[in-house]
């Protein structure tokens, strides 16, 4: 107990540290599904693939018959989804953080089956599955 109260600094540092470290991993996400559920999902019919990155990168490669939606407009252009609202949707984007994003907008807004592609684009491509242009 010295110890503690001898250093109080040290060990206030380490501890919040240690909350820092796990913060990531407590903070709350919406569902995740990785390319391999996102690709059975797809196949099984009745899913919705919105796209979130912005238009460049929506240009340079997505996924097939993926709607776009840039995050950034997702808030005021949700309503051209109502008519998905019992299906499932995957969102896509870059590595997934803008993804987790959406899909908790999405949630908000009723869309009970919403999932976020793990990893993204990126992992889409290095699982070496299609993307059209």
Do not use: Y
Not at 68 to 94: F, M, W, Y
Not at 96 to 107: H, N, S
Not at 117 to 133: D, I, N, S, Y
């Amino acid at each position: 107990m010295k110890f503690i109260l001898d250093n109080i600094f040290v060990v206030a540092i380490a501890v919040i540290s240690g909350l820092a470290l796990l913060w990531p991993a407590l903070a709350p996400r919406g569902k995740r599904a990785t390319a391999l559920q996102a690709t059975q999902m797809i196949n099984r019919g009745k899913t919705l693939v919105l796209d979130v990155r912005t238009g460049e990168e929506f240009a340079a490669g997505h996924l097939r018959d993926a709607k776009h939606i840039p995050l950034a407009d997702l808030g005021n252009r949700i309503g051209e989804l109502e008519k998905s609202k019992n299906r499932t949707v995957i969102v896509v984007c870059q590595t997934g953080a803008r993804a987790d994003k959406a899909v908790r907008q999405l949630q908000a807004a009723g869309f009970e089956d919403a999932h976020a592609l793990e990893g993204g684009q990126a992992a889409w491509v290095a699982a070496g599955l299609p993307v059209t242009k």
